[in-house]
């Protein structure tokens, strides 16, 4: 769709997003309410006990770690942690969940009232129309900042997995029938809903990406949209700008990447847009986003509406936690993405924009701080520009990931290191490494094995510098006359008859003083 | 407050309770009789009085983070009228319904 016609229609509509960002804790050793392991796969019911299958008589008991990872998520988004919480059972009949009920939080929620703030620069920025006025957003030097409230935190357990037969593409309309695999099932899960603050497509990718790299600072999970322990469902309306009443929703579900999310609902406000300019009314209903088609297409609708009959859970007890039991989580928190950034501009001295490509990627963070503790915070900005451009450059033509290479954080660093003493240029590390990317070898070895050690001696440059004047008279004549822009040529041909080996630097230092001096 | 008729059906239904017109008409009176005590209950002055959700004066009952054995795969299935790949197979999924998840 053409990005034009988003911006015309939010020119005419305000549209307001509230995102539902459900995670499964892959931290924790076992299940929520049960000794179950947690671990992603594996042979179907094979993981499963008469909790998690919702035998009758079966006790769930909480898991306090559960607990304590949802607690300190909330505190990394800034929640306040209720002195007074419990779990209720949301009661609803489908073949994923066999109690007929799913131990949920309703109203005692461990975590409300947080806010995540979202930096968005580049293309996403002309989508916020009123970034000048908005109360919740600030300007920035490359785009701007915007806060986004939290409504609230809770905990509940993960159903169980279903796989339909029979009908396209594995949805359950048309299906013959459907495999149920409990092993899923009783996963801790969290659901993070946010304030309808959200007002583009653009702030809601940057949200969920952020609150994924939250996650992942924290250790809570793995956060993996592919493998459904991170699960975005996006509410979307329109109003006319200045209004305060909301309009009708839709909701989008099985959003599986960040890109879908952002045009899904870019789809959907231009769709929301056509039915209202006609005079239609929205349908609230659930719609799923077709990466293929490109189109939200309306779920089975809902012959009536949910009545899920919260009631306490009889068969647990409710949490009182005091500000000792808040501290002491508090005390676990780490170094939160936004703090880091602030470090690395601060202390590592990188540019901005190092800074935030940077901590845009958990693993590449977490690959980039091991790298500068071993080659040393000075050089911190050559390892920053070595992992952002040869790294990435390698990651991006080899389609690997940041661990997947055998490039680790002591070869940059050892690499870093031989520019950094002059045992190498900043030209042979490059060929370097490739050699590093083939073989996994360090860098000291390569240098070592293919002779590459850049020569410094000025003598032995003197010579060749020498030899070259003889060789081009007419071009030593040409820059005396005034073409210092033939030092070049020189430069080129020192480098060649030494094999790139010279350190350019005395290079230089040797041409400017023969020349000038010849 | 009351209960109609059409009210009982829609609880039976979430519930999924088949309940034939005697079984509604019985309930009906049953149900009523239950709202009009809590209705009672309701004229009271209980502003100073704490929800009673729970009889026992405890909480945070947890569990440390220890994995226990389960069933074995062969007894998890064991009731299933029918299992494919070692999955529960169910029919044809039809009707209201379904969480959010």
Redesign the interface.
Known sequence: MAKDRLTEVLERYEAVIGL?I?TEITA???KMF????VEFGG????????V??GMPGALP???????EWTVLAGLATECKIAPWS?FHR????????PK?Y?ISQYDLPFCADGRVVIDVDEDGVEERLDRETADNVTITDDGYAAEIGITRIHLEE??AKM??IGGAEGR?AG????????NRAGTPLMELVTEPDLRTPEEARRFAQKLRLIWLALGVSDCSMEEGSM?V?ANISLRNHGDTELGTKTELKNINSFKSLHDGLAYEIVRQAAILDEGGRIIQETRHYDVTSKVTSALRS???A??Y?YF?E?D??????DEAFVARIRERLPELPDARKARFIREYGLPTFDAKVLTSDHEMVEFYEEAVAAAGVKNAKAVSNMVLNDLSAYLNTSGLGVLETKVSPQHIAELVGLIDDGTISSKQAKEVFTFMTESGDMPAAIVEQKGMKQVSDAGAIESVVEKLMVQFPDKVAEYQGGKKGLIGFFVGQVMREMQGQANPQVVNQVLADKLDNA | MSLSKEEVRHVALLARLGLDDDQIERLEGELNAILDHINQISQLDLDAVEPTTRSIPVVNAMREDVVRPGFDREMALLNAPDREDGAIVIPRIVGPGGGDQ
């Open positions: 539902e459900h924790t050793n076992t049960c000794g179950c392991p042979e179907p019911n094979s993981r499963v006990c008469p998690c299958m008991v909480p898991n306090k770690a559960a607990i419990q949301k009661n609803y009949f489908y073949p994923d969940m007929d799913q993960d159903t796989i339909h359950i299906a013959k029938k459907s495999l149920v695999d409990f699960r469902d809902k012959e009536e949910h009545d009959r306490p009889p647990m007890v409710p949490f009182q936690f």
